[in-house]
């Protein structure tokens, strides 16, 4: 099948904020997404983005069930690792599933690691949920490792009253 | 003791910074992966568009000559990152004392003020990594309310390096 993927634009940000839904549905935790498709807007297309998009098109013909041709995306921004230097975090990749495994997820993860590279970084990271058996198959068949598991590194993570009560010096 | 100060790193503590990154490195037994220069460190982080921030922590020149003869015995770098479910978030990347500054409430003061620097640029949450086998550390941070995502919910940290990222680019 035919698809393009190009760089992100405001316009966008709508069927990026659908396919969010979409994927945090898939994970289970859709009641979690307090992002709207205006947060996206100023936050990703302002002067200092704290993220960027790529974005999987396919031509009107090949449109989905529901009418769109925007039908996967990835989302990604810049790290630093203090050992290696410039890092790319892949955030978000997600293909809507009636257009699964015609190599467009790779395509952009392919594109990521392009735009990664080209900007200096040595490396990518991202997070995948353990019950996720076929995006941890993926990822293994595409070179990656599991740092969690090879490491013992966790994610760690601290929000609401816990970062309040930090940040007032309370202990 | 306790007499320090902590503030916005400055390009003449590069050095520093990047000392304290092996010594943090060897304290996890990874001194031979860090492969980061000064130069690297001077260009990502005090150009235009920085990778990363730093905060450090440095001591009065009577203090340093009498235990370690440095003036940089603390630092944490950070940088922010986003969740398109909630936001902008803060990654605390490296967050180190030198062992003969523990037990002032160095350590304490620098989370206290990245929690503070969150807070004001409206991130929802302040997020790091931790070796399952760092015990003090995985203590000292879940008295100070932290949850540890990947026994939690199952997260899993993936990394591609540049040898197959170069790979997966190259693939049409």
Sequence with gaps: MDFTIRAATLEDCKDISRMILELAEHEKVSDQVKITQRDLEQDGFSKNP????????????????????????????????????????????????????????????????????????????????????????????????????????????????ALEHLAQGDL | MANFNLRKAEPKDVPDILRLIKELAKYEEMEDQVILTEKDLLEDGFGDHPFYHCVVADVPAEQQRSLTGYSVIGFAMYYFTYDPWIGKLLYLEDFYVMKEYRGFGIG?????????????????????????????????????????????????????????????????
């Design chain 1, 50 to 161: 704290f993220f960027h998009g790529i974005i999987a098109e396919v031509p009107e013909h090949h449109k989905s069930r529901e009418g769109h041709t925007k039908v996967g995306y990835s989302l990604y921004f810049y790290t630093y690792s203090s050992w290696k230097g410039r890092a790319v975090y892949m955030e978000d990749l997600y293909v809507m599933p009636e257009f699964r495994g015609k190599g467009i997820g790779k395509a952009l993860m392919s594109k990521v690691s392009q735009l990664g590279l080209a900007a200096g970084c040595t490396q990518l990271n991202f997070t995948v949920l353990d019950w996720n058996k076929s995006s941890l198959d993926f990822y293994l068949k595409q070179g990656c490792w599991d740092v969690t598991s090879d490491l013992g590194y966790h994610c760690m993570r601290c929000e609401g009253d």
């Design chain 2, 108 to 172: 304490s003061e620098i989370l206290k003020t990245l929690s503070d620097t969150a807070v004001t640029n409206r991130c929802s949450s302040m997020h790091f990594i931790v070796a399952e086998s760092n015990k003090a550390s995985i203590d000292f941070y879940k008295r100070r309310g932290a949850s540890d995502l990947s026994l939690q919910e199952g997260w899993r940290l993936f990394r591609i390096d540049k040898e197959n990222l170069l790979k997966m680019s190259a693939e049409e």
